[in-house]
């Protein structure tokens, strides 16, 4: 099992371009959630989901969308970039009744 | 909303010598509060979880964190420090029941001297 995977692992976009990130896992995990990963700051959510077409905010959600049409899917979307999405992002998966979350290797996004 | 504090941004001990990680959540008691540790370039593993069955928790590597109610703390410890734990640690706690809405601490980097 690959468990949590995160496509692509680096990334360069410049300011205003979109692109999509994408998380992929094969738990069959009900929770799936994307957080940003800054210096001096832990992780923040930006947006999580429960099941499949159910999707809600985080902490820190602008300038991003997501969608979940499938259980093994949660891409996390920027429609236009900008240098202040420069992060590392993370995407995680949990069980509807575990007490645990699974981590992906992250996406490393510079905005330039 | 729950929020998570990590005192020391970066912490430096001597091979050999006790590590502690100091975490301290809000007032109100979390479902569950854990610490993962990120070694560079990778994701976050899961070192321990409390989940309200023994205050006590041990985790892997030697690892281990005591919840305390009185002090709204859940410190890491571990007896003695070795290179391969020189990492970043971050302590989390759920938000509503789960594991899907976690908090994070800020982070603190271990670094373990020879």
């Known amino acids: 099992n690959a468990g949590v995977t995160q496509t692509p692992k680096f990334q360069v976009l410049k300011t205003g371009q979109s692109m999509t990130l994408q998380c992929a896992q094969d738990?069959?995990?009900?929770?799936m959630s994307w957080y940003r990963q800054d210096p001096g700051m832990g992780l923040r959510l930006i947006h999580y989901?429960?099941?499949?077409?159910?999707?809600d905010q985080g902490e820190v959600p602008n300038g991003y969308n997501v969608s979940r049409s499938t259980t093994e899917d949660f891409p996390l979307r920027l429609l236009s970039a900008a240098p202040s999405q420069t992060s590392v992002y993370f995407c995680?998966?949990?069980?509807?009744?575990?007490?645990?979350?699974?981590f992906g290797q992250g996406t490393r996004l510079t905005v330039v | 909303a729950q929020s998570v504090t990590q005192l020391g941004s970066h912490v430096s001990v001597s091979e050999g010598a006790l590590v502690l990680l100091r975490c301290n959540y809000s007032?109100?008691?979390?479902?569950?509060l854990f610490w993962y540790v990120q070694y560079p370039n990778q994701g976050l593993q899961l070192l321990l979880k409390?989940?309200?069955?023994?205050?006590l928790v041990k985790g892997i590597n030697g690892f281990e964190a005591e919840f305390k109610k009185s002090e709204t703390s859940f410190h890491l410890t571990k007896p003695s420090a070795h290179m391969s734990d020189a990492a970043e640690y971050f302590c989390?706690?759920?938000?509503?029941?789960?594991?899907?809405?976690?908090?994070f601490g800020q982070g603190t980097r271990l670094t373990i001297n020879p």
């Open positions: 995680a998966t949990a069980g509807r009744f575990g007490t645990e979350a699974f």
């Open positions: 738990m069959n995990h009900e929770y």
């Open positions: 989901s429960v099941g499949a077409g159910i999707t």
């Open positions: 007032s109100s008691v979390p479902p569950y």
């Open positions: 409390y989940t309200s069955a023994a205050t």
């Open positions: 989390a706690v759920s938000e509503g029941q789960g594991a899907q809405k976690l908090v």
